[in-house]
């Protein structure tokens, strides 16, 4: 079944930057657009951002323009989200999700999702 | 920026109810609307796209209505795994509910 698989859980100090990785199995990777999505502990989900996995293209929540940066490896089916200059306030479950395929790909409800990685910031 | 208004916040239900959230666009998201089920620890789960389309393998209790800036998500008849979080979800621009957690009463 496709899936999507996320690195582990990370413990980073405020102004350092993490980097989830999200693998993606059972599926040509290069047809659908990847969504990184964050939950903050008792919140409910904030959308990140978008990556076009053939393309590259990426498309950024406002919040979070200049200080995320989207990628991914078309070789090992891989898509990264590098976020920098963390504070307290990033503290949150971070998911990656497939989205749609095609012209209209970007507008599509996300399925399946990963497993979620825990980013903690602490000092 | 399109704000997704979910209500109840919380809800309090026994098993056999019939159950309904609403949610709320700030404004016109047409028929984008999806609806996920997140039960604690684990990642949110698609039950409903495009407003009113049953995911394959969602039991036929689940259902979807509406079109432009309102929005219902039905549970039938409430069974014991239905006791979760729900969130509604535009695709336009991508933004969620805050949730509406359906709890036993």
């Known amino acids: 079944q496709v899936q999507l698989v996320q690195s582990g859980a990370e413990v980073k100090k405020p102004g350092a930057s993490v980097k989830v990785s999200c693998k993606a199995s059972?599926?040509?990777?290069?047809?659908?657009?990847i969504h990184w999505v964050r939950q903050a502990p008792g919140q409910g989900p904030e959308w990140m951002g978008w990556?076009?996995?053939?393309?590259?293209?990426?498309n950024y929540a406002p919040k979070f323009q200049g200080r995320v940066t989207m990628t991914r490896n078309t070789s090992i089916t891989t898509a990264f989200m590098d976020l920098t200059r963390l504070g307290s306030d990033d503290t949150a479950f971070y998911y990656c999700?497939?989205?749609?395929?095609?012209?209209?790909?970007?507008?599509?409800?996300?399925?399946?999702w990963g497993q979620g990685t825990l980013v903690t910031v602490s000092s | 920026d399109i704000q997704m208004t979910q209500s109840p916040s919380t809800l309090s239900a026994s098993l056999g109810d019939r159950v309904t959230i609403t949610c709320r666009a700030s404004?016109?998201?047409?028929?984008?609307l999806a609806w996920y089920q997140q039960k604690p620890g684990k990642a949110p789960k698609v039950l409903i796209y495009?407003?009113?389309t049953l995911e394959s393998g969602v039991p036929s209790r689940f259902s979807g209505s509406g079109s432009g800036t309102e929005f219902t998500l039905t549970i039938s008849s409430l069974q014991p795994d239905d006791f979760a979080t729900y969130y509604c979800q535009q695709y336009k621009s991508y933004s969620f509910g805050q949730g509406t957690k359906v709890e036993i009463k």
């Open positions: 999700a497939r989205g749609g395929t095609g012209l209209w790909g970007w507008a599509n409800w996300f399925d399946p």
């Open positions: 404004q016109t998201v047409g028929n984008w």
């Open positions: 059972q599926y040509t990777f290069t047809d659908y657009y």
């Open positions: 495009e407003a009113s």
């Open positions: 990556i076009n996995a053939n393309s590259g293209t990426t």
